[in-house]
């Protein structure tokens, strides 16, 4: 800021050639206005200028919060010591004196710009760490498995010792062991060394439901590549229970109003239609009533499935709660009702001979994953006719439900990533994208909930996929 043309024209002469941007004001007024405008990385402030003088525009410039932290070189003639302190008392941060000399005034320039944007930088970082010391998502850096640093969140989420993490660099795989399922586990064997494509990896850990607590779900996103060379990886963990719980339920609620609503609604809308497309002559009175009793019939069973959704949808949760079980007694009819609804002719079942085993999930939970699952194989098959073979075996105190078809065989890659919310399977097989990927993610999800896991293998010697259902069982009552 040079009030005399010749000065500003120098000056623009030597900082020319290192790209710097450069505005000039004329007088000490236009000067603080210019400074508020631009917000530079520097100011030069020639000592004499008409209106206030370059002392008193730099006494304005630091009493203004947000122009304050500008550095300012007082451009100055005088070269006596009391001009000196009386700029260092103004707020100037360095002095240079006319004539310049062009290397130390470019010197100097470069200098405290350098100067100014890194303490720019350490602000910034300052921030940074408020907000991650803040945040309600917890964040990890990782060096393999271990952990170098975990904000405040990530210690509540994982119940770290703060003190650990800087000392002892605890594993993230053992701690999330002590209270998590680690899910799904098929990827979370491969830790630390896992890496599907480019993108960021979701992951989930599950603390399953108890007689005392809901499940908890934690979501893990490892951001960017991750290879094993990798140093100061990082990790964000965030509390998805509430999302999860919702978006499971909305699945669940659909896969129920299909199912409840549709078979009534057709036996009504089929036998009006006969009614409606005969002549008075063409039916005899029987095959009218008859037309009208099955109608009826559809009636009330469609005013009581409605009844069970509506009671459905105030549900709070699909998954186990106090009292609530699943017998395999009642599996059978479940099974002949859901292959029914979705018109499939080729659904055996094998189960034990040992009655009474109950199971550690509610009885509309199994109704939803036994539906996902039979649709599923219907999609995929070629010709959507799949024969179906659903068996168990009691293994300790945990069942195993296995669901085999004879559809297609998946890649390594599918199997592995089948139970990832929003992986749509169907669109590498018949090039369509149905739906948002969320029903095989959802079974995963209530099963991980109550305790359970799933598996998907490929059949030996055949076509087709066999899902392995596991789980925990309940004491007779």
């Known amino acids: 800021m040079d009030d005399a043309p010749a000065g500003r024209e120098t000056l623009q002469a030597l900082l020319f050639s290192d790209a710097y941007d450069l505005y000039f004001a004329g007088d000490g007024l236009q000067a603080l206005e210019m400074a508020a405008t631009v917000r530079p990385d520097l100011i030069l402030l020639d000592v004499m200028m008409p209106g206030i003088d370059g002392f008193e525009a730099c006494r304005r410039l630091r009493a203004i919060p947000e122009l304050a932290h500008i550095p300012i070189i007082m451009v100055t003639a005088l070269d006596d010591r009391m001009s000196r302190l009386q700029g260092i008392e103004s707020g100037a941060d360095d002095f240079i004196s006319k004539p310049f000399d062009s290397a130390e005034l470019r010197a100097r320039v470069r200098t405290i710009t350098r100067l100014n944007r890194y303490r720019r930088l350490v602000e910034e970082r300052e921030r940074f760490e408020w907000v991650v010391e803040n945040a309600e998502d917890g964040y990890l850096l990782l060096n393999g498995d271990a952990i170098t640093y975990a904000n405040p969140q990530a ?6 010792d703060g003190n650990d993490c800087r000392t002892t660099h605890p594993s993230l795989l053992e701690i999330a062991q002590r209270t ?54 990082l990790i964000r963990l965030r509390d998805v229970t509430i999302a999860k719980t919702s978006l499971r339920d909305m699945w669940s609620f659909h896969t129920m109003v299909m199912h409840k609503l549709n078979t009534p609604m057709h036996m009504m809308l089929g036998s009006m239609e006969l009614l409606t497309l005969s002549s008075g002559d063409a039916l005899s009175t029987r095959e009218i009533f008859d037309l009208v009793e099955m109608a009826a019939s559809g009636a009330q069973r469609l005013a009581s499935a409605i009844n069970d959704v509506l009671q459905y949808a105030t549900a709070f949760s699909v998954t ?157 009552l």
């Open 155 to 160: 210690q509540t989420l994982l119940g770290l």
């Open 320 to 476: 186990m709660r106090v009292g609530e079980r699943f017998c395999l007694d009642d599996l059978p009819v479940l099974t002949t009702e859901t292959a029914r609804h979705l018109q499939m002719a080729h659904v055996t079942l094998d189960l034990p001979s040992q009655p009474g085993i109950c199971l550690a999930i509610s009885p509309r939970a199994m109704e939803s994953i036994l539906f996902e699952l039979l649709e599923n194989a219907k999609k995929f098959h070629p010709n959507h006719e799949p024969s179906i073979q659903i068996g168990g075996v009691l293994d300790g105190d945990r069942f195993v439900l296995t669901i085999q078809d004879n559809g297609i065989h998946l890649s390594p890659d599918q199997l592995n990533r089948v139970w990832l919310p929003y992986y749509q399977g169907e669109r590498y097989f018949t090039g369509e994208v149905q739906g948002m990927g969320l029903g095989l993610p959802l079974v995963a999800s209530i099963l991980w909930e109550c305790g359970g896991d799933c598996y998907i293998t490929n059949r030996e010697g055949a076509p087709g996929v066999i899902v392995h259902l596991s789980f925990p069982t309940l004491p007779l």
């Open 180 to 233: 998590f399922r680690c899910e799904p586990k098929g990827i979370w064997d491969l830790w630390p060394d896992v890496q599907i494509d480019n993108q960021d990896i979701r992951l989930f850990l599950i603390a399953p439901e108890t007689t005392t607590s809901p499940a908890n779900w934690l979501e893990v996103t490892v951001y960017g590549r991750f290879s094993n060379a990798q140093v100061g990886r």
